[in-house]
Antibody, heavy 112, light 112 residues
Framework: QVQLQESGPGLVKPSETLSLTCTVS????????WSWIRQPPGKGLEWIGY???????NYNRSLRSRVTISLDTSKNQFSLKLRSVTAADTAVYYC??????WGQGTLVTVSS | QSVLTQPPSASGTPGQRVTISCSGS????????VNWYQQLPGTAPKLLIY???QRPSGVPDRFSGSKSGTSASLAISGLQSEDEADYYC?????????????FGGGTKVTVL
């Protein structure tokens, strides 16, 4: 049974960097691709990007200049960094295996 | 503004059939597969249908998907109270220089 768990700060100041980690169990991170998706409060879903087990990445064009997704195969984890955040980046952030198995999500609020 | 267009709401009485539409374009639904997700209140989205009409293990056969041209549909037959949730469609988009997953804005299904 694949399980994913997001972790990281729930509050980030404007202009700073949002950093989240997704810990994967029940599946090796050395297969498949691994995604980040977010959902602003009361709104719909937005795909952020993904990283293949090989390290190849693909990002949403609207976020590409601010996003980095990376892998840590030794810990079976992958991470998201989103730079220069604003209030518009406040959302529940989900990690997923491809777009099939999702974590429970973590709320990140951008506020001073 | 979501790339895929869904009606904001749909409703039905227990036992009825409800259909949700998802409209896209030739670069997404028209040329790629479609997924559907169910999001119960306060929870993460759950994959309901993949590859247009395939159900993951454990998803009741009351849920079915279809596609025609640049539109897709999700049908719920024999509507039950536990089906009250938000439903999202998703598709891979082949837009040049900006390929990625795109989502619909979501449809809230109410069981009357």
């Amino acid at each position: 049974q694949v399980q994913l768990q997001e972790s990281g700060p729930g509050l980030v100041k404007p202009s700073e960097t949002l950093s989240l980690t997704c810990t994967v169990s029940g599946s090796s991170i050395s297969s498949y691709y691994w995604s980040w998706i977010r959902q602003p409060p009361g709104k719909g879903l937005e795909w952020i990007g993904y990283i293949y087990y090989s390290g190849t990445t693909n990002y949403n064009r609207s976020l590409r200049s601010r996003v980095t997704i990376s892998l840590d195969t030794s810990k079976n984890q992958f991470s998201l960094k989103l730079r220069s955040v604003t209030a518009a980046d406040t959302a529940v952030y989900y990690c997923a295996r491809e777009v099939a198995y999702w974590g429970q999500g973590t709320l990140v609020t951008v506020s001073s | 503004q979501s790339v895929l267009t869904q009606p904001p709401s749909a409703s039905g009485t227990p036992g009825q059939r409800v259909t949700i539409s998802c409209s896209g374009s030739s670069s997404n639904i028209g040329s790629n597969t479609v997924n559907w997700y169910q999001q119960l209140p306060g929870t993460a989205p759950k994959l309901l249908i993949y590859s247009i009409n395939q159900r993951p293990s454990g998803v009741p056969d009351r849920f079915s998907g279809s596609k025609s041209g640049t539109s897709a549909s999700l049908a719920i037959s024999g509507l039950q109270s536990e089906d009250e949730a938000d439903y999202y469609c998703a598709a891979w988009d082949d837009t040049l220089n900006a390929p990625g997953w795109v989502f619909g804005g979501g449809t809230k299904v109410t069981v009357l």
